[in-house]
């Protein structure tokens, strides 16, 4: 058991099976089929992630650099929260981005879905989070990986 | 620190204008929180620019929020332009592919008759290249904007000089409405300065899809500034020279999150500040042939048959200038020329901006690309491929833009002038 200390970006406690991407999370290219074609596990789309491509992140802990790419982005994690395929909870190893934020935040004040989003968790974080392994959140964005 | 807020802005976060206004508001201030910004400031620019030009079925969302806006009376204070329609009746399309289109974007006249109720110019203002003469949205340096499609906030940032952060979709119309945005990264001056040194120690001219998509991917959303470049692309800012920021900017953006760059001696805060724009303990990053060539090898090729013949070409994402479109058709014809034929190999498209378009369907070029079987367009590509029929068909593009969002397959633009005019098949 590994446990990392971020900054809470949208409050919140989850625990959930980590997703993990080690290169930059493309959004819109992750989610467009799945906003396109009702798929409910939201099977990553993005070609250029072999960490993430072909895999469901509906309901996962998506851990993750930062993303990267279209400017849609924000909608893009908006609309999956408004028709529930959002990620349980996003866990960022660096600050941020400004497109993730704005998803988040959207999500947070414009849907009823949960999406706890922590970020700053470090490197060592990603380098120690495996996809399967366990990831809770608690409210100070404290993350305890298993 | 808690933003501080004008007493108007507090109104209206604590609902004197109503729930929607207050919503607005709130999620402004939580962006700009997280980002430590500790004041709003006033949106500048004469035009706004939204990155939703779709209108999909699948993002209800979207639209039922436009509504809830719409309906509160929470307009965009300033017109503005859209990227571009997903649909075009002339770009090749079979019978299967347009049922799907039509089911797909089921919404667009909605969304459509939403955006004119929001505010944007013309039903002609539907461009990724908002800042080209031809189309009007021009923002002057030190702007402040609130935009959110990546190639026109790097355009806008790194070759006008104006300022904008890289908000998302939606965002961007709130700032609108709201007519102010937080004040932090890519607005302030510090955020402005390169935490990158790009070296360019190519032997030729770079191809700028190539070239920003390797420093995109290096950088990711970092400020880089670019030494070397202006040896290929001169110490001007000409059309030709736009023209390859335009294309390069794209690149970085979208393989990356580029939202500013610097080129010494040809944009403008290089010229004005130099090398004072480069932060301290700034990282090197060498780019030769033997860099771009790697770069260029990874690009993944998702056809089913790696070997099929092109069915599809697309030219023009981001959207091409008058310019450029001079410049592929003077090309092409010859290219053509060589090959002894009289039309394109490949179905061909090249798309620009309406308003682009109209002065370009007036000259001789215009009359030559049609003999040529080569089709013009206001489309969006990336929305074209969009369609899972249409992703399944080996399309070839020279744009990194498309080719990372779609099944689109990358070549350079001398490679792509071999396919279509039926050099190499």
Redesign the interface.
């Known amino acids: 058991m590994k446990q990392f200390q971020g900054r809470v970006v949208v409050p919140g406690t989850v625990k959930a099976e980590a997703l993990v991407s080690h290169g930059g999370f493309n959004t819109l290219a992750s989610f467009q089929k799945s906003l396109m074609f009702g798929d409910k596990d939201a099977t990553c789309s993005d070609q250029n992630n072999a960490d993430l491509y072909n895999k469901p992140m509906h309901g996962k802990a998506l851990c993750l650099p930062q993303t990267i790419g279209s400017t849609t982005g924000g909608m893009v994690f908006y609309c999956a929260a408004a028709l529930s395929r959002e990620p349980a909870c996003l866990l960022f190893s660096k600050p941020i981005d400004s497109l993730a934020a704005a998803g988040v935040i959207l999500a947070d004040v414009w849907t009823d879905a949960s999406m706890p989003t922590v970020d700053s968790l470090g490197d060592d974080f990603l380098e120690a989070v495996k996809t399967g392994m366990t990831v809770t959140i608690g409210e100070d964005g404290l993350v305890t990986v298993e | 620190m808690a933003m501080q807020l004008t007493a108007e802005q507090q109104h209206m976060l604590d609902g004197g204008k109503g729930e929607a206004f207050a ?1 607005v508001m ?2 402004l201030v ?2 700009g929180e ?2 430590g910004a500790t004041e709003m400031v006033p949106v500048t620019s004469a035009k706004g620019h939204l ?2 030009s779709f209108g ?1 079925s ?5 639209y ?2 436009m509504d809830q806006l719409i309906e509160a009376g929470a307009i965009s204070q300033q017109p503005f332009s859209v990227d571009p329609k997903p649909l075009d009746k002339n770009v090749p399309s079979n019978l299967l592919q347009n049922i799907f289109f039509k089911v ?1 974007y089921s919404k667009q006249d909605d969304y459509d008759a939403q955006l004119k109720k929001l505010g944007i110019i013309s039903d002609k203002s539907y461009t990724c290249t908002c800042y080209m003469d031809e189309v009007g949205n021009v923002p002057n340096k030190g702007d402040v904007l609130s935009w ?3 190639s026109a ?1 790097v355009y806008a940032n790194s070759v006008l000089g104006a300022r904008c ?8 119309l709130f700032g609108s409405i709201a007519g102010c945005v937080p004040y932090f ?1 890519l607005l302030t001056d510090e955020g402005r300065k390169a935490t990158w040194i790009i070296e360019v120690k190519t032997s030729k001219k770079p191809e700028a899809q190539v070239l920003g998509s390797t420093i ?1 991917m290096k950088v ?2 970092d400020v880089p500034y670019i030494k070397g470049l202006d040896a290929w692309i001169g110490t001007e800012l000409n059309q030709d020279t736009r023209d390859f920021l335009k294309d390069m900017g794209a690149a970085t ?5 580029v939202g500013l760059y610097h080129i010494e001696n040809l944009t403008p805060e290089a010229v004005e500040q130099k090398e004072a724009l480069i932060a301290e303990n700034a990282q090197v990053y060498v780019i030769d042939d033997a860099e771009l060539a790697r770069v260029q090898a990874s690009y ?1 090729c ?1 056809w089913k048959d790696q070997s099929a013949a092109p069915k599809l070409c697309f030219i023009g994402c981001p959207h091409l200038s008058v310019n450029q479109l001079h410049s592929w058709t003077q090309r092409l014809i010859d290219a053509l020329k060589k090959q002894g034929r009289q039309k394109v190999a490949v179905p061909t498209v090249f798309t620009a901006a309406p308003g682009v378009l109209e002065v370009f369907e007036k000259t001789d070029d215009y009359q030559k690309l049609k003999k040529a079987g080569v089709v013009v367009s206001y489309i969006c590509p990336l929305m074209y491929m ?1 369609n ?1 029929l249409c992703g399944k068909m080996p399309v070839i593009t020279n744009s990194n833009k498309l080719r ?2 779609t ?1 689109a397959r990358y070549y350079t633009d001398a490679e792509i002038l071999q396919r279509i005019s039926g050099e190499v098949r």
Do not use: H, Q
Not at chain 2, 58 to 62: E, L
Not at chain 2, 165 to 172: A, C, F, P, Q, Y
Not at chain 2, 253 to 257: E, H, Q, R, T
């Open positions: 919503k709130k999620t939580m962006y997280t980002f990155v939703t999909l699948v993002m209800k969302p979207v039922g929020l797909m959110a499609e990546s906030v952060n890289r908000n998302s979709g939606i965002l961007e990264g995109g990711m959303e953006a979208s393989n990356g999150a993944p998702i969009n899972p990372t969002y099944s």
